[in-house]
């Protein structure tokens, strides 16, 4: 896997972009994990004839429906400000009727657009860590000892 724009870094400034990959992606997955909730939330809400109860809530956001449990991101503090995306920026604030059908087949068309967004650019994320990935394998095989000076070594 070539990444000719990667070969006038140096060691440490390819160690830091590949870390500033990483955390954007952290970042993305914590927003895709966001607007899975706000839809299963709206999903479930149409289904229920009343409001939701706490229990419903934790069964709704906990459960992946693959048997899985989701799990909390710990690398993503709520204190950090995250980047604005427009079609996100509406999702939060957006007051909807659970028991209006049109209300909520609108939010979940934005909802499933925003996911959409984000998937993409997350796939793009990924296909750049795993060019600088790469370009550090290819380095540390080149000069072993490189691969130490990571570990401060």
Do not use: C, F, N
Not at 26 to 51: K, N, P, T
Not at 85 to 105: F, I, K, R, Y
Request: hydrophobic share 40%; no cysteine.
């Amino acid at each position: 896997m070539e990444a000719p724009y990667l070969a006038g870094l140096s060691l440490d400034q390819l160690r830091r972009y590949r870390a500033g990959l990483t955390a954007e992606e952290d970042r993305v997955s914590y927003w895709r994990r966001l607007v899975h909730a706000r839809l299963d939330i709206l999903q479930e809400g149409a289904r229920s004839e009343e409001v939701l109860t706490v229990e419903q809530l934790a069964k709704v956001l906990g459960d992946t429906g693959a048997g899985r449990v989701r799990r909390v991101l710990m690398s993503v503090r709520p204190e950090e400000p995250l980047p604005d995306l427009p079609v996100l920026s509406t999702m939060w604030v957006q007051e909807v009727d659970p028991h209006d059908e049109e209300q909520v087949e609108a939010a979940m068309g934005l909802l499933r657009d925003a996911e959409r967004q984000l998937t993409d650019y997350r796939r793009a994320l990924h296909a750049r860590i795993d060019e600088a990935t790469g370009e550090l394998i290819v380095r540390y095989r080149a000069d072993p000892a490189s691969a130490l000076t990571a570990l401060g070594a």
